[in-house]
T-cell receptor, first 112, second 115 residues
Framework: KQEVTQIPAALSVPEGENLVLNCSFTDSAIYNLQWFRQDPGKGLTSLLLIQSSQREQTSGRLNASLDKSSGRSTLYIAASQPGDSATYLCAVLMDSSYKLIFGSGTRLLVRP | GAGVSQTPSNKVTEKGKYVELRCDPISGHTALYWYRQSLGQGPEFLIYFQGTGAADDSGLPNDRFFAVRPEGSVSTLKIQRTERGDSAVYLC?????????????FGEGSRLTVL
């Protein structure tokens, strides 16, 4: 059974810092991996989607990497801003499936 | 519509009551998903519709939960004899086709509180 773990559960950093959020999964037979952002009381917004054949994806100050064989993904946020404060969730889609399996998220606070 | 719309945004009910939660997906999206998110956890899959049919309802926790999508657009999640453990945020998502072809678009959720 696939399990997705996110470390740390919570993170507080001063504005301007570069930071890394970690996601690990137990079954490497994934089709793709997505990173989502969730603001309090809101739904999820997709940030980056990495197909299993890809190593990384970039969007603005965000960069996500994928090491499928070791079951790991990282989300790198450059020059963090208070507006980046949110919960970040990673989710994997297994081969021959349509169910996203989510981690519990990392709650990020960027202090001004 | 412009995005996935869910109503009500908040629902407080008493134990044992019946509840309906509605999801209006993005126009033209054939795939629709329901997820449940408990406090401090990631969303958990409940049910997946492709068109009008429930392609997979294996995530529904028990027979008190039921969902329909009669015309392949709006979906309703129905919960009978609610229990306190049903308290959670119920998220709906849609995509143009299967989720592996692209992004999944989530609504803002319906927060259910069972007293």
């Amino acid at each position: 059974k696939q399990e997705v773990t996110q470390i740390p559960a919570a993170l507080s950093v001063p504005e301007g810092e570069n930071l890394v959020l970690n996601c690990s999964f137990t079954d490497s037979a994934i089709y793709n991996l997505q990173w989502f952002r969730q603001d309090p009381g809101k739904g999820l917004t997709s940030l980056l989607l990495i197909q299993s054949s890809q190593r990384e994806q970039t969007s603005g100050r965000l960069n996500a990497s994928l090491d499928k064989s070791s079951g790991r993904s990282t989300l790198y946020i450059a020059a963090s801003q208070p507006g980046d404060s949110a919960t970040y969730l990673c989710a994997v889609l297994m081969d021959s499936s349509y169910k996203l399996i989510f981690g519990s998220g990392t709650r990020l606070l960027v202090r001004p | 519509g412009a995005g996935v719309s869910q109503t009500p945004s908040n629902k407080v009910t008493e134990k044992g009551k019946y509840v309906e939660l509605r999801c209006d997906p993005i126009s033209g999206h054939t795939a629709l998903y329901w997820y449940r998110q408990s406090l401090g956890q990631g969303p958990e899959f409940l049910i997946y519709f492709q068109g009008t049919g429930a392609a997979d309802d294996s995530g529904l926790p028990n027979d008190r939960f039921f969902a329909v999508r009669p015309e392949g657009s709006v979906s309703t999640l129905k919960i009978q004899r609610t229990e306190r453990g049903d308290s959670a945020v119920y998220l709906c998502a849609s995509s143009p086709d299967r989720v592996d072809t692209g992004e999944l678009f989530f609504g803002e959720g319906s927060r259910l509180t069972v007293l």
